[in-house]
Nanobody, 115 residues
Framework: QVQLVQSGGGLVQAGGSLELSCASS????????MEWYRQAPGEERELLAR???????NYADSVKGRFTVSRDGPKKTIYLHMNSLKPEDTAIYYC?????????WGQGTQVTVSS
């Protein structure tokens, strides 16, 4: 069974940094692509970053230049590095992996940015 388990997040002041992790139960290179999303209260879930198995990451305009993704194959983990955080970045953050038509979500982790 494929599982994605997230860690990280928490409370940070504006301008600070946080790192989120998403650990997979299978090789991260088995996914066609992996993504990071977030959902703020009352908002639609927003795609932040996508990386295909053999590609470079693409970022949403809202986070470009502030957020980056990385991956560690042996640890079967992807990361979302968040810098210059703003109060409007407050949301629940999710990782997602896709294998053909099958989609797998992490459990979500809260990020709260105080002003």
């Amino acid at each position: 069974q494929v599982q994605l388990v997230q860690s990280g997040g928490g409370l940070v002041q504006a301008g600070g940094s946080l790192e989120l992790s998403c650990a997979s139960s299978i090789s991260i290179f088995d996914f066609n692509y992996m993504e990071w999303y977030r959902q703020a209260p009352g908002e639609e879930r927003e795609l932040l970053a996508r990386q295909a198995v053999g590609g470079t990451p693409n970022y949403a305009d809202s986070v470009k230049g502030r957020f980056t993704v990385s991956r560690d194959g042996p640890k079967k983990t992807i990361y979302l590095h968040m810098n210059s955080l703003k109060p409007e970045d407050t949301a629940i953050y999710y990782c997602r992996g896709t294998i053909l038509s099958r989609i797998y979500w992490g459990q979500g982790t809260q990020v709260t940015v105080s002003s």
